[in-house]
């Protein structure tokens, strides 16, 4: 029903805007009627196809050339955002989407403009959830196609809308399978799933697939290189990765430099044999098409003394390229490089390889650096019958990287981003591990009930904000009235009172709502269990931190590290910030690990403004050289030590 049914003029001019805003119809929002909207425009394909890119194209202009007819509409500054490839499965992968969230909040925006329900998510529990979150702040979602208006909905609008959002999920998750079960086409014909590789050109076909490799001349003489030095010189990883860098030979990125990870990923590769290896990637998620490595080796095929009865069936496809080494030279390779790695039989991503384990010490696991990358412990002394070892923890890029004296020793050039950071010993870690969980801990019979109350209404707030606008008593009615409907036609239809034609029409129609209504049902399940399940057990958090923690020895014992820290963060000017982690749940390994510097990272880790920070406080060196001499029994030398600074912030 529109206002103009329910107010006259006069009184809908007298309407503040919010109270417009709760009453309208998508009619009235797409109607002048003296209120002036502030509005943003969202536009989203999911791939960077060259038809899909013009159809983003076409898609934004329709939605702004809406807004300049409408003069009740005002687009504000900065209020286009355009998503180019993103799926809207899940938010997770949809920076530009979170990053509209937080502006529209924070700019007094009304309205977000969509052309259909599916631009805005395809994910049925994400799109009501931020629907709720945005009504909350007074934002509206004013959908063009089903003419939908979300600040304000009839009971009928929320299946209706939900039926859009759930169409495109299925949608999307049905090409998510129809991607894996092309790789089995691909294997049957030998085709190749990938472009340009180092040491080829690609030559693409008529027909995808018969496209092709042509060895790269300079590239080509790179990999002969890499396996030549590697196979009949016995050069390790690292030496060749320097020796391509001082004859400044670029490697595939043409960026930066050659590292011991890049030679072997030219060493593992089975197409420069000849030879294609399908199933190394797997999808994981099919809301996010998230893949990941499956580990799987290459298997040569055996064959009996006959040279022709197969004993053992290989893993690999012929190729239709030339290739840049023989086969013996490429198995021999990877015999040499099993033989210099340690299998981690139990890791959790398949059978992987030293120089990526975790580290057994817990500060390490956690420790990083304001650049971003991890600190890795380097022992100083060994240890000894009388004696520990020592050790410090050092950042992992400027491991990798060499330090500036290295590279310009052995004729290497400077790095645009250098960590120049000093490392951190194990005695100045465990000092400020033993202050931090005295903070925290000290007189825990006094702060555990204010804690416990500080997580349990966080909990409450988060479920709150989980929680769709739809609820499974709803649906289930829902369900009930169409499964009624669908008996009345059948009434009708013997009574005479409409045609078979008539009734086979909507006996679809409404079967199909009935579908519908069921798949909500069982979404909403999963998510009541999902929220079940990760719902915060306080009892346990309590049984956490009422357990002792010894702060009179060598810092906290590991098991505790594991359990309250989420990350430590060192920066400049011996600047220390302690993440922890007090929420009851585990923490996600590698959750902070990451692939390469990103300037943007490495200053959000530097501000203060990104973490929750609850104290501030000084070491001073006095209790430095206190703690090293009496507890850890190490020689105080004051060139190495100054005034430590440590924030604690809670996660």
């Not at 502030?38 to 076409?58: F, G, I, M, P």
């Not at 197969?310 to 290739?323: A, I, K, Q, Y």
């Not at 120089?355 to 817990?362: C, E, F, K, N, Y």
């Not at 669908?486 to 009574?495: F, G, P, T, V």
Request: hydrophobic share 35%.
């Amino acid at each position: 029903m529109g206002l103009q049914s329910k107010y006259t003029p006069a009184q809908i001019k007298h309407l503040n805007k919010k109270g417009f805003m709760k009453e309208a119809s998508y009619d009235d929002m797409m109607t002048d009627m003296g209120k002036t909207f502030n509005v943003v425009v969202l536009c989203r394909e999911s791939t960077q196809h060259v038809d899909q890119k013009k159809a983003l194209k076409d898609q934004t202009d329709r939605m702004l050339s809406l807004v300049e007819r409408k003069g009740h509409f005002h687009l504000v500054d900065n209020g286009i955002f355009i998503e180019d490839g993103k799926s809207g499965l899940s938010i997770e992968v949809r920076p530009k989407f979170l990053e509209m969230i937080d502006f529209v909040i924070s700019n007094q925006v009304d309205i977000i403009l969509v052309q259909e329900a599916t631009r805005f998510s395809r994910n049925v529990g994400e799109f009501f959830s931020y629907m709720q979150i945005l009504q909350n702040n007074e934002v509206g979602l004013l959908i063009l196609e089903g003419e939908f208006w979300t600040y304000h909905m009839s009971p009928s609008d929320y299946p209706r809308l939900a039926a859009e959002v759930s169409k495109g999920q299925a949608e999307s998750l049905t090409t998510s399978k129809r991607v894996s079960r092309g790789i089995d086409t691909y294997r049957e014909r030998g085709q190749l799933v990938q472009g340009n590789m180092f040491g080829y050109d690609l030559v693409k076909a008529v027909e995808r697939k018969n496209n092709t490799y042509k060895i790269n001349p300079v590239d080509g003489a790179a990999v002969q290189l890499i396996f030549d030095m590697y196979v009949n010189k016995g050069r390790g990883t690292d030496l060749i990765a320097t020796h391509l860098n001082v004859n400044r030979i670029l490697p595939f990125d043409r960026k930066s430099q050659w590292s011991a990870s890049k030679v072997r990923r030219v060493l593992m590769n089975e197409k420069y044999m000849g030879y294609i290896l399908y199933g190394k990637y797997e999808i994981v998620d099919t809301n996010t098409k998230k893949k990941i490595a499956t580990h799987i080796e290459p298997k040569r095929t055996k064959y009996a003394d006959d040279g022709v009865t197969v004993v053992e069936e290989g893993n690999l496809v012929r190729g239709n390229w030339e290739p840049l080494v023989d086969e013996e030279t490429w198995w021999k390779a990877q015999e040499i490089r099993k033989s210099r790695s340690n299998e981690l039989a139990n890791a959790k991503k398949g059978n992987m390889r030293s120089g990526v384990r975790a580290s057994s010490d817990s500060y390490a696991n956690k420790a990083y650096c304001e650049c971003g990358y991890r600190l890795s412990p380097q022992y100083t002394h060994a240890a000894t019958d009388t004696e520990p070892a020592q050790f410090r923890y050092t950042c992992r890029q400027q491991i990798n990287a060499h330090t500036a004296n290295y590279r310009k020793k052995h004729g290497l050039p400077p790095l645009a981003n250098t960590c120049t950071l000093k490392s951190v010993t194990d005695v100045k870690m465990r000092l400020m591990s033993i202050k931090v969980f005295q903070y925290l801990f000290g007189d825990i019979r006094d702060t555990l009930e204010d804690t416990i109350k500080i997580i349990e209404q966080a909990d409450r707030q988060n479920t709150e904000r989980s929680s769709s606008v739809i609820t499974l008593e709803s649906l289930n009615e829902t369900l009930e009235k169409l499964q009624k409907r669908l008996e009345r036609y059948i009434d009708m239809r013997a009574d005479g009172e409409i045609s078979d034609e008539q009734y086979r029409s909507k006996k679809e129609s409404t079967e199909e709502e009935i579908q519908s209504t069921i798949r909500l049902i069982q979404q909403k399940k999963v998510e009541i269990s999902n929220q079940e399940r990760y719902k915060l057990d306080i009892n346990k958090i309590r049984d956490r931190l009422e357990t002792y923690v010894d702060l009179s020895g060598f810092g906290v014992s590991n098991e505790m590290i594991d359990f309250f820290v989420e990350r430590i963060i060192h920066r400049s000017n011996e600047e220390y910030v302690w993440e922890m982690n007090l929420s009851g749940l585990p923490n996600v390994p590698d959750k902070y690990k990451i692939r390469g510097y990103s300037k943007e990272y490495s200053d959000s880790l530097k501000d203060d403004k990104n973490f929750n920070i609850v104290k501030t406080f000084v070491i001073s060196l006095e209790e430095c050289r206190e703690f090293c001499q009496k507890i850890a029994h190490r020689v105080y030398k004051p060139v190495y030590w100054q005034q430590i600074t440590v924030k604690i912030a809670i996660k």
